[in-house]
């Protein structure tokens, strides 16, 4: 069942508003930037994502024992208490990274000009029936408002977009305003909301191959520019764990 055929559509609430148009980015708002993919490995123009490793967890847990980050993750994901559950966590992570189909999976977010680990992203199928591929972000409160969690976001759908999905989703709380704002800077478009996840009603945003110029995206082989593509964000995260 795709996420599509499950949703209260947009067409269908013609009278409500999304809560995401109440925060459409302005021109300023918006960055350009380009995406590069080399293996595991996802560059922006600010950004470096990786693969989590076990001794990220001091900076991860900035970001996942945050209890103003993870509400809005959870139940997918509730706040970790301690560095040694932390430690636990991303060790599971890197483990489930080898049974993950390309292009799923998990990665740690950082600011390519300082080192500096300032979230997380995710690519991973939605539950229960898991076919529909769900692009999640998360950032740890120091680096909200900088556009960091749209940049990540985007350069993880454009990524799976490349390597042949047809189209990607976010589902993000009715009331994370923020989380919606980022959805539309990702690039994507909302379709409705539906229930059928996590026991929340959720708003659904998708993006669609051929809603993006996914040519901009480029394999370090390849010597074209990819700069133009935009997103920006207020910062939060989706629901993604």
Request: with cysteine.
């Amino acid at each position: 069942m795709r996420v599509s055929e499950d949703v209260t559509s947009a067409d269908a609430q013609q009278e409500a508003e999304s809560p995401a148009m109440t925060e459409e980015p302005t021109p300023d708002d918006r960055l350009e930037h380009s995406v590069v993919v080399d293996g595991n490995i996802i560059r922006t123009r600010r950004l470096t994502l990786r693969p989590w490793r076990v001794d990220d967890a001091p900076g991860a847990m900035a970001i996942f024992g945050d209890p103003d980050v993870t509400r809005w993750m959870a139940p997918a994901l509730t706040v970790v208490s301690t560095q040694e559950a932390m430690e636990g966590l991303l060790a599971s992570w890197r483990d489930e990274a080898a049974s993950l189909d390309t292009p799923q999976g998990r990665w740690a977010v950082i600011e390519t000009t300082t080192g500096e680990l300032v979230g997380g992203a995710a690519l991973l199928l939605l539950p229960p029936y898991r076919i529909d591929l769900e692009v999640g972000w998360h950032l740890g409160q120091s680096h909200w408002g900088h556009g960091y969690a749209s940049e990540a976001g985007h350069a993880v759908a454009h990524q799976a977009l490349l390597q042949g999905e047809d189209e990607v989703f976010a589902v993000v709380r009715t009331n994370n305003r923020r989380g919606c704002a980022t959805a539309l800077r990702v690039g994507m478009e909302w379709v409705g909301e539906t229930e059928k996840y996590y026991d929340l009603r959720l708003n659904v945003y998708r993006l669609r191959s051929g809603d993006l110029d996914v040519s901009a995206v480029t394999h370090p082989t390849d010597s074209r520019d990819a700069d133009g593509l935009i997103g920006d964000d207020l910062g939060r995260s989706g629901t993604a764990p």
